[in-house]
């Protein structure tokens, strides 16, 4: 999985000089994406855990930080449904579909390429 906080410190790294305000918008806008992304594909057994996928900021005058979580006491499910578990019949539910990889893959690129967009 592509850590966005990880490619966010790579591009100040390379551009120290970049206005603070390039990475808010981008990284907002992925933000919301992978949020709006995981909720459709999340399992919905109840439809509770999708419910609760959410972000929240970490904000510092240097950096922007972003974090995709599950609020309330589905956060434990993450791991579960991402990987798999052995049910209690003996058998393994194995995920058809990774719904979680492939979205933050998807709009941690597109972060990148919204920064790279505006900078040109």
Same mark, same amino acid.
């Given at each position: 999985?592509?850590?966005?906080?990880?490619?966010?410190?790579?591009?100040?790294? $390379? =551009?120290?000089?970049? /206005?603070? $305000?390039?990475?808010?918008?981008? #990284? &907002?806008?992925?933000?919301?994406?992978?949020? &709006? $992304?995981?909720?459709?594909?999340?399992?919905?057994?109840?439809?509770?855990?999708? @419910?609760?996928? #959410? @972000?929240?900021?970490?904000?510092?005058?240097?950096?922007?930080?972003?974090?995709? =979580?599950?609020? %309330?006491?589905?956060?434990?499910?993450?791991?579960?449904?991402?990987?798999? +578990?052995?049910?209690?019949? %003996?058998?393994? =539910? &194995? /995920?058809?579909?990774?719904?979680?990889?492939?979205? @933050? $893959?998807?709009?941690?690129? #597109? +972060?990148?390429?919204?920064?790279?967009?505006?900078?040109?």
């Amino acid at each position: 999985m592509v850590d966005i906080n990880a490619e966010i410190n790579r591009i100040l790294e $390379e =551009y120290g000089d970049l /206005p603070y $305000e390039i990475l808010e918008k981008n #990284s &907002k806008k992925a933000m919301n994406g992978l949020i &709006k $992304e995981t909720r459709l594909n999340a399992p919905k057994i109840t439809g509770l855990y999708s @419910s609760r996928i #959410s @972000s929240k900021n970490q904000k510092k005058k240097t950096s922007v930080n972003r974090i995709w =979580y599950v609020r %309330g006491g589905s956060h434990g499910l993450t791991h579960l449904i991402t990987k798999g +578990f052995r049910l209690r019949n %003996g058998k393994t =539910y &194995k /995920p058809k579909k990774d719904f979680l990889t492939g979205a @933050s $893959e998807k709009w941690c690129k #597109s +972060f990148v390429d919204g920064v790279i967009d505006d900078l040109g």
